[in-house]
């Protein structure tokens, strides 16, 4: 068949590069446009309904991690896109290659990151094969939009939509390639879309700027929190913050935006220390700045006074007002809005120290973070006290790292005990809740960012879940630090329904020896019971580090994490 693209629609790509004609399938097709388009890196379990798009992708220059299942491959391209800022694929056989990927491109979807799911498909007649499922309708169910290659003729056209939509609408797409039409020939005119213009950034009316203005300068204790839509635009709102007396703080997500900054108060939320929880509540004028301004970032509500001000500013509609009753919403980027709010203040002559006083920069540097919280050491023979490991790790390892956090009981110490350097230190795939997610996350992001030394926070019950993807961190050579917080349970529920009299047999469980079976992936390993045990941990610094560094803690019961009274309220 003859593909025809030399008239290609302006909304197509911003630029084509020509080439001589030739013959290539549909498959390979699709693979050289992806690439030409600008993908970052592709991530996925190889088939015999992706190879030949995945050889494609690989020819033209595009790096490729094999992934030991499919959920590990989905999540190492979220990861990816989120720590490069370039589009990730994960890519799968059709069927139950992808229902395997479901919980990963679910948590990218939920979390709004551009990223292409690349999968194969059956052919619209074979109705009885056993891979057919209803792949659009499930990539849908998860939140993610269901794209498909519909024809020879219109498989750059396809390609080209696809990968639009997930850059410019922040989307997770899952493009389908039926295999009948993957093996179809096409004519490659020589005309290959290449990098599309960047989105066009969406300024917010200037009567809501001058309303944001207004509410700023009648404030007297302004906080702005950003979230995962402001990472793009810390040193505008910093601006803002600082010409008119407002103190910042990010959600979960956005956390590291504002390190380095005085006035940053960290995570606002769950994971807020008891002066920082303290200090928002006493805003009197609270901005979410691409924040959701969720039951986790302000605490069910109890981190908004009952006279506080609340504005919201996102480029979405939808979200304006989505989770809580807001005063001002702003349809608007965030940076724009930032800029546009801080040239009326300008202009009307306005500046404020508000909460900026050397005493609170003070109080901030002391109280602020968790790690100078004192705490009672719940260590035993046995066991060590989760801070206590968070703590000397934090000081033990390097400061430019990339840290990356599963989900459970333990998952507050990482996050709040390990500093990182900026938001790119900081990889958080927390929007589906799912356990088991973290170490292809940290994969993920150490390809992202290979300068960085990435590490880990995990429990036991998420790291055994996942752990055939360590292979694939020892094949890459990851110099990965797997903190492995080990109470050989699912200790959100042991604490959870302790109170209850439940039996908790059904999520307790025999001792397991991580660190062996670590080794036995080639890993280095170590067993913590105590601090003392961390010697080798530093011994693993100190050499070339050629594969990762799995730290089997042992950790002591903390009676139920201080943060997840606040998660199980929304349960």
């Known amino acids: 068949m003859t593909l025809t693209t030399s008239s290609p629609k302006a909304d197509e790509a911003s630029t084509w590069a020509d080439t001589e004609p030739s013959a290539v399938t549909v498959a390979e097709l699709v693979g050289t446009t992806l ?21 494609a992708l690989r020819r033209a220059g595009v790096p490729f991690t094999a992934a030991r299942h499919e959920g590990g491959a989905a999540t190492m391209a979220d990861a990816y896109g989120r720590m490069s800022g370039k589009v990730g694929i994960a890519t799968t056989h059709q069927g139950c290659g992808l229902t395997n990927a479901v919980t990963g491109i679910g948590e ?11 999968t194969a498909d059956t052919p619209a007649p074979a109705t009885r094969s056993n891979f057919n499922i209803d792949q659009d309708a499930l990539s849908v169910s998860v939140g993610a939009v269901a794209e498909r290659v519909h024809s020879a003729e219109t498989a750059v056209a396809d390609t080209v939509r696809a990968y639009r939509t997930a850059v410019n609408q922040r989307r997770t797409v899952v493009l389908s390639l039926p295999t009948d039409i993957q093996s179809q020939w096409a004519v490659e005119e020589g005309n290959q879309p290449g990098p599309l213009d960047p989105p066009q950034h969406v300024r917010p009316s200037e009567a809501a700027a001058s309303q944001l203005a207004e509410l700023i300068k009648n404030a007297k204790r302004p906080v702005f929190v950003a979230g995962r839509g402001a990472r793009e635009a810390g040193p505008e709102i910093a601006a803002l913050a600082e010409t008119v007396g407002a103190l910042l703080a990010t959600s979960a997500v956005a956390h590291g935006l504002f390190n380095g900054n005085p006035y940053n108060l960290g995570i606002s939320g769950g ?26 970032t302000m605490r069910h509500g109890s981190l908004i006074g009952d006279s506080t001000t609340v504005v919201q500013v996102d480029l979405e509609d939808s979200a304006l007002g989505a989770n809580r009753p807001i ?5 608007g980027d965030c ?20 909460l900026r006083t050397l005493e609170m920069a003070q109080r901030i540097d002391e109280h602020a973070r968790w790690n100078s919280v004192e705490t ?10 989760p801070r206590v490991l968070s703590r000397e790790l934090d000081r033990m390892l390097p400061a430019d790292r990339i840290v990356s956090v599963d989900s459970g009981n333990f998952m507050g110490y990482p996050s709040t005990y390990l500093s990182v350097p900026d938001e790119y230190g900081f990889c958080f795939t927390q929007a589906f809740q799912s356990i088991g997610l973290g170490l292809s996350t940290a994969i993920g992001a150490a390809i992202a960012r290979p300068e960085r030394l990435p590490i880990l926070g995990t429990g036991d019950g998420g790291f055994l879940m996942a752990i055939s993807e360590l292979e694939t961190a020892v094949r890459e050579s990851i110099p990965l630090v797997a903190i492995v917080y080990n109470d050989s349970a699912y200790g959100a529920e042991v604490h959870h329904f302790d109170a209850d009299d439940s039996d908790l047999e059904v999520v307790r469980f025999p001792s397991t020896d991580i660190a062996s079976i670590a080794s036995g992936y080639g890993a280095a390993a170590v067993t913590v019971r105590r601090p ?38 929304g349960h």
């Open 35 to 55: 690439a030409s388009l600008g993908v970052g890196h592709v991530f996925g379990v190889v088939g015999s309904g992706n190879f030949v798009v995945t050889n």
């Open 108 to 118: 990218a979807a939920k979390s709004r990151t551009p990223m292409i799911v690349l």
């Open 271 to 296: 994971f807020s220390s008891p002066f920082t929880a303290k200090t928002i509540a006493e805003a009197d004028l609270i901005v979410g700045w691409g924040c959701a301004l969720n039951m986790w």
């Open 327 to 331: 005063d001002l919403g702003i349809l």
């Open 335 to 354: 940076a724009e809005t930032a800029v546009a709010v801080l040239k009326e203040v300008q202009s009307a002559g306005y500046s404020a120290t508000g």
């Open 376 to 385: 009672e050491d719940l260590s035993t023979d046995e066991t060590i006290d």
């Open 532 to 569: 003392e045990d961390l010697a080798r941990v530093k011994e693993w610094l100190a050499s070339p580090r050629r594969a990762p560094l799995v730290i089997d803690a042992r950790i002591a019961s903390d009676g139920g994490a201080w943060w997840l009274a606040e998660a199980f309220k």
